[in-house]
């Protein structure tokens, strides 16, 4: 662009693209200083630039919004995924079993169980694997955990009584494995 002013099509084209939300029609009249009119007639040679582009533009939810029509979609889908996220480490697993099979439990119990460390709980959490699900009445009232819709959605589970069986009670062989 020039340094020259921008030109209400530039301004317009300039809103929709940066919005990321449908842009009101007085927000384009007080951005661009035209009337109503002016700023429709504007927005469909902003229209018919953007349709040469493969975009569009529709009036939706009280103003106007720029969007990739369904045909060009499903192409760009691959690269509108998010990126996949690295596999959960081992002591990542270790803690995520104990909480699934004892749930709710605090950090404290899962560090028992596991005899090490549960550090991997800001990861769950941030997978949305795990949650708080409330405070133990134990001294200090420290949190307890569970698991999510998410975890069972990503291990293929109905509910938590598809788990596989645990042989006996104690976690050694299932942290083991």
């Given at each position: 662009m020039s340094s020259e002013a921008?030109?209400?099509?530039?301004?317009?084209?300039a809103a929709l693209l940066a919005a990321?939300?449908?842009?009101?029609?007085?927000?384009?009249?007080?951005?661009?200083?035209?009337?109503?009119?002016?700023?429709?007639?504007?927005?469909?040679?902003?229209g018919r630039r953007f349709g040469e582009l493969g975009l569009a533009v529709e009036r939706v939810a009280?103003?106007?919004?720029l969007y990739v029509p369904p045909e060009l979609g499903a192409q760009l889908a691959p690269l509108l995924a998010p990126p996949p996220l690295p596999p959960l480490s081992?002591?990542?697993?270790?803690?995520?079993?104990v909480i699934a099979y004892r749930q709710p439990v605090t950090r404290a119990e899962i560090e028992a169980m596991r005899g090490g460390s549960a550090s991997t709980l800001v990861t769950l959490q941030e997978r949305e694997l795990v949650r708080v699900t409330g405070?133990?009445?134990?001294?200090g009232?420290?949190?307890?955990?569970?698991?999510t819709q998410k975890f069972l959605l990503e291990f293929g589970l109905g509910s938590l009584d598809e788990l596989p069986p645990l042989e006996?009670?104690?976690?050694?062989e299932l942290l083991r494995s």
């Open positions: 921008p030109t209400p099509l530039h301004l317009i084209s990321g939300r449908p842009v009101r029609l007085k927000e384009l009249t007080e951005l661009t200083h035209l009337s109503e009119d002016g700023v429709i007639r504007v927005m469909s040679e902003v009280g103003g106007y919004r081992h002591a990542a697993l270790e803690v995520l079993a405070r133990s009445d134990a001294v009232q420290p949190l307890l955990y569970g698991t006996g009670s104690d976690f050694a």
